[in-house]
């Protein structure tokens, strides 16, 4: 039973730091690759980062300030997110798709599914 669960949001100021975790059990960790994405309020989900191998992207607006990683040891992915700004300020989830889908592509197409409980990052001015 594919399950992932993202933790480590929080209210956090502006230019601040923070760093998710996304547990996941279930499936083969390093045959897939593990998405980021996030809902503002009254915005559609967006992806923000994914990770598959060594193989990264990140959407433009959070690039140079966002760093994916996996621990494949434990199953776990790492999005550290620092300078922080208000329009970051959203629900984060994780969730898998196939291996070759961690691309601007496999996010516009939908190609990550399994979604966990989200977790909410707030981002005062």
């Known amino acids: 039973d594919v399950q992932l669960q993202a933790s480590g949001g929080g209210l956090v100021q502006a230019g601040g730091s923070l760093r998710l975790s996304c547990a996941a059990s279930?499936?083969?960790?390093?045959?897939?690759?593990i998405g980021w994405f996030r809902q503002a309020p009254g915005k559609e989900r967006e992806g923000v980062s994914c990770?598959?191998?060594?193989?990264?992207y990140y959407r433009d607006s959070v690039k140079g300030r966002f760093t994916i990683s996996s621990d494949n040891a434990k199953n776990t992915v790492y999005l550290q997110m620092n300078s922080l700004k208000p329009e970051d300020t959203a629900v984060y989830y994780c969730?898998?798709?196939?291996?070759?889908?961690?691309?601007?592509?496999?996010?516009?197409?939908?190609?990550?599914?399994?979604w966990g409980q989200g977790t909410l990052v707030t981002v005062s001015s």
């Open positions: 969730a898998v798709g196939g291996g070759l889908y961690c691309s601007g592509y496999g996010f516009a197409k939908g190609k990550f599914g399994s």
């Open positions: 990770i598959s191998g060594s193989v990264t």
């Open positions: 279930g499936f083969t960790f390093d045959d897939y690759a």
